[in-house]
C-alpha cells in the first residue's frame, strides 16, 4: 500500500468534484452554464471524500506534511497493528460509502472522481488481503528504507 499515491488520488478526485460544472478547462472556457449546484448523489460523494480526505490526515500525518498541512507535524506514521487494522476498518468504511453513491446520478467530473477514489480503495484493500501489509510493517526503518528517502 502506498500512502502517498493514495494521498495523491484522494486529491485529484477532491478537485474534479470541487471543480463547478462549465469551469475553465485547458482548452479555455467549457460550454453551458456555470452551476454550483450538486445532486445529491454529488453532495454524497463530495462529502465522502472530504471526510477521507480527513480520515488519510489523521492515519497518514506525513501526507499532511507533503500537502503543508502542519496540524500534526509532530507526529509520525504509525506500524503498529493497531494502526493497520483502523486503517484497514477506515478503508473499507470508505468502500461501503462509496458503493451507496449511485454512480449514474453523478456529472462526468464526478464520475472520474468516484471511479479514481473507488480504484484507490479497492487496491489499497487488496494490499491487506493479500498480506502486504505485514511485509510493510517487517521492513526495517534504516538509512536505505524509510520516509526520509520518498
Request: hydrophobic share 40%; no cysteine; glycine share 8%.
Amino acid at each position: 500500500m502506498n500512502h502517498k499515491s493514495f494521498a495523491m488520488a484522494l486529491l485529484m478526485a477532491v478537485a474534479l468534484v470541487a471543480a463547478p460544472p462549465g469551469s475553465a478547462t485547458e482548452n479555455g472556457p467549457a460550454s453551458g452554464p456555470a452551476s454550483d449546484t450538486k445532486s445529491p448523489a454529488g453532495e454524497q460523494l463530495a462529502a465522502l471524500l472530504a471526510a477521507a480526505d480527513e480520515a488519510d490526515l489523521r492515519l497518514n500525518p506525513l501526507n499532511g506534511l507533503q500537502r503543508g498541512d502542519l496540524r500534526r507535524a509532530g507526529e509520525y506514521d504509525d506500524i503498529s497493528d493497531k494502526h493497520f487494522r483502523e486503517l484497514e476498518s477506515t478503508l473499507r468504511e470508505q468502500l461501503e460509502g462509496i458503493r451507496r453513491i449511485e454512480r449514474p446520478a453523478l456529472s462526468p467530473n464526478e464520475r472520474i472522481a468516484y471511479d479514481v477514489f473507488r480504484y484507490q480503495v479497492e487496491r489499497d484493500l487488496r494490499g491487506f488481503d493479500a498480506g502486504l501489509v505485514r511485509v510493510r510493517q517487517q521492513l526495517p526503518i534504516d538509512h536505505f528504507l524509510g520516509a526520509h528517502i520518498t
